[in-house]
Structure formats: structure tokens, C-alpha cells
Nanobody
Framework: QVQLVESGGGLVQAGGSLRLSCAAS????????MEWYRQVPGKERELVAR???????TYSDSVKGRFTISRDIPKNTVYLQMNSLKPEDTAVYYC?????????WGKGTLVTVSS
């Protein structure tokens, strides 16, 4: 059974940093593309960053140059390093993987950036 558990969210001042973690079980981050999304109440979930099985990374324009996605294979964990945070980065952040035609999501972790 695939499970994704996010952690690392919290309250931070604008300009600060946070590192989110997505611990995976029932699958291996080494062999699968992984994604981070975020969602603000009343808006659609937005793709923030993606890392492929061969470590190619892509980012949304809104976070490019500030966020970095990476993975730790021994820990079977994917990270999202967020620097130079802005109030508009406030959202619930979710980890996602697509496997055998199904999407698996974590429950999310809340990031709040104060101005």
C-alpha cells in the first residue's frame, strides 16, 4: 500500500526558509517521478515542482529560483527546500506520485508565510 507523509510545514516570516519532507512507503522514490503541489482554499491545486526518476527537475514560474526539489534514496524521501518565502507561498503543500495509472497523495502540510 502506497503512503506518502508530508512534514516540515509551519509559520515563517517572509524571506525565511522551510524544508518540506515527503516520506514514502509501499513504493520507491528512486524509480518514480515525484511531485509537490500546493493549494489555497478556493483555488485549484497547483503543481509546484517535479523530479523524474532520472533526476530531471521542473518548477512553476512562481517558485523557480527559490524552491528546490530533491530526493534521498536511502531514506525513501523527497524534499522541497523553500527559500525566500513570500506571503503568496502560503498554502497546504502536498506530495504526489503516479503509479500504474493511479495517483497517490499525502494529506498535506500547511505552510504559512507572514509579511
Amino acid at each position: 500500500q502506497v503512503q506518502l507523509v508530508e512534514s516540515g510545514g509551519g509559520l515563517v516570516q517572509a524571506g525565511g526558509s522551510l524544508r518540506l519532507s515527503c516520506a514514502a512507503s509501499g513504493m520507491f522514490v528512486r524509480f518514480n517521478g515525484m511531485e509537490w503541489y500546493r493549494q489555497v482554499p478556493g483555488k485549484e491545486r497547483e503543481l509546484v515542482a517535479r523530479i523524474t526518476s532520472i533526476d530531471l527537475t521542473t518548477y512553476s514560474d512562481s517558485v523557480k529560483g527559490r524552491f528546490t526539489i530533491s530526493r534521498d534514496i536511502p531514506k525513501n524521501t523527497v524534499y522541497l527546500q523553500m527559500n525566500s518565502l513570500k506571503p503568496e507561498d502560503t498554502a497546504v503543500y502536498y506530495c504526489k506520485v503516479g503509479l500504474r495509472g493511479m495517483d497517490y497523495w499525502g494529506k498535506g502540510t500547511l505552510v504559512t508565510v507572514s509579511s
